[in-house]
C-alpha cells in the first residue's frame, strides 16, 4: 500500500498476476471437477485459492481469485469460460437490443464476491488483498466478438461504424465495472486493479476517442474510496499515460516497455511490473539477473510494485515463484544497505514498516 502510494518502504513488495491459479498443484486440486465459473461462486473454495499463493510464495498481497466475466454473468450475460479457450459468449452482443438488456448488477447480485472478500480479510490480517475488474474495453471485446479474439474485427466495427452504441455499450459496461469494484472496496479490499488486457489493440488516438471516458468513469468512481487503483494492459507501451490518466494511482507495464523508460510516460505515478514471465523458465542465473534489472530500472519510479510483466504461465515452477519473492525482498534491502538506492518511494529502510 505504501509502495503505491509513493511512501518509502523496507524492501520493493511483490505479487504476481494469476498467482493463485494453474501453476499451483494444490490450486488444481481443489479444482477437480469444479467449473471456472461455480468455483469463483464458491466464497470458501474463493478464500482457499486466494490464499494458497500467499502462503506458498509468501508475497506481500493477494489478489482475488476471479473472472472478468462474473460480473458480466451476473449481468445476465449466458457465458462460460471454456478450458483451453476462455470465455464463450452465448449469443454476442451486436445490436442495440442486445446492450439494453445488459442490465447494471447491484450488490445482491455478486453477494458471493462480498462475502468472499469478508472471509479473506479476516484471514489475511496485514496482507492487502487487491480486488480487480476488467475494464470495459476488455470486457466489451468478449461480449462483441463472442470470445477471445486475436483482431478484434467486429469490435472494431462497432467502434468505428457506430460510435454511438458502442458508447452506450462501454458506459454500460463502466456501471457494472464500477459496481463490482465497489462491493470489493465495501468489503476490506486494500486496492484494486483494472485490467485492459486488450487495449494495447488499438492506437493511441483511438483509445482516447473510445476508451478512456468509460475507464475514467470507472476509476474516478472510486476517487474517494481510499484505496490505490492499479491500472494495468497487454502491449500498452503508446497508451500508459493515457492509462495513468484514467484516474490511475499505479500504472501495470507489461515486460515489452523498460520500467524506467515507462516512468517518463506516466507522469509522476508509481509503477508496477515487469518481469517476462517466460523468463522463468531460464536458468536461476538468468532470473536473478533479469529481476535485478527489473529492480534497478524501477528505482526510477515514484513508487514501485514488482510483478511480471502478464500473468503466471501454466507450467511455471512454484519453487521458482517462492525463490523470486524471496530475491526481491533480499537486493532491495541490500540495495538500501549499500547505499545505491536513489531516494523515493523506492528508497529502502531495513527494519521499517511496509506492505505491498
Known amino acids: 500500500m505504501r509502495a503505491c502510494r509513493g511512501l518509502d518502504v523496507p524492501h520493493t513488495p511483490v505479487w504476481f498476476m494469476r498467482q493463485a491459479g494453474r501453476s499451483l498443484p494444490e490450486y488444481r486440486k481443489i479444482r477437480e471437477g469444479v467449473g471456472m465459473l461455480e468455483s469463483c461462486r464458491r466464497p470458501e473454495l474463493v478464500t482457499e485459492i486466494t490464499l494458497q499463493p500467499v502462503r506458498r510464495h509468501g508475497v506481500d498481497a493477494a489478489i482475488l481469485f476471479s ?13 462460460d469460460i471454456v478450458a483451453g479457450t476462455g470465455p464463450v459468449v452465448a449469443q454476442p452482443v451486436r445490436t442495440a437490443d442486445a446492450v439494453d438488456r445488459l442490465r447494471v448488477i447491484t450488490a445482491d447480485d455478486v453477494d458471493f464476491v462480498a462475502r468472499a472478500v469478508r472471509l479473506l480479510v479476516a484471514e489475511l490480517g496485514d496482507t492487502p488483498l487487491i480486488g480487480f475488474a476488467g475494464a470495459p474495453f ?11 479474439s486475436r483482431t478484434y474485427a467486429r469490435t472494431k466495427a462497432m467502434m468505428y461504424g457506430d460510435p454511438e452504441l458502442w458508447h452506450r455499450l462501454l458506459s454500460r459496461l463502466a456501471e457494472i465495472t464500477l459496481n463490482f469494484l465497489r462491493v470489493q472496496v465495501s468489503n476490506g479490499a486494500s486496492a484494486v486493479q483494472l485490467f485492459d488486457s486488450w487495449a494495447g489493440a488499438l492506437s493511441e488516438a483511438d483509445y482516447r476517442r473510445y476508451v478512456l471516458p468509460h475507464s475514467t468513469a470507472v476509476l474516478s468512481g472510486l476517487a474517494g474510496a481510499g484505496v490505490p ?15 495513468g490518466e484514467a484516474g490511475a494511482d499505479v500504472v501495470g507495464v507489461d515486460w515489452r516497455t523498460p520500467l524506467d523508460r515507462a516512468v517518463a510516460a506516466v507522469d509522476g505515478r508509481a509503477v508496477q511490473g515487469n518481469l517476462d514471465p517466460a523468463a522463468l523458465f531460464a536458468p536461476w542465473p538468468v532470473v536473478a539477473q533479469e529481476t535485478q534489472r527489473v529492480l534497478a530500472e524501477g528505482r526510477a519510479a515514484r513508487g514501485h510494485v514488482f510483478n511480471l ?7 511455471t515452477d512454484p519453487d521458482v515463484l517462492t525463490r523470486l519473492v524471496e530475491l526481491v525482498h533480499r537486493d532491495s534491502e541490500t540495495g ?15 527494519g521499517g514498516r511496509g506492505g505491498a
Do not use: K, N, Q
Open 309 to 315: 510483466g502478464h500473468g503466471v504461465l501454466p507450467d
Open 67 to 79: 473472472d472478468i466475466v462474473v460480473p458480466l454473468a451476473a449481468a445476465g450475460v449466458d457465458l
Open 138 to 148: 476488455t470486457l466489451a471485446s468478449y461480449l462483441i466478438e463472442g470470445g477471445p
Open 229 to 243: 487503483r492499479i491500472h494495468f494492459g497487454v502491449g500498452t507501451a503508446m497508451l500508459l499515460g493515457a492509462m
Open 336 to 350: 538500501a544497505a549499500a547505499g545505491v538506492v536513489s531516494s523515493g518511494a523506492h528508497t529502502r529502510h531495513p
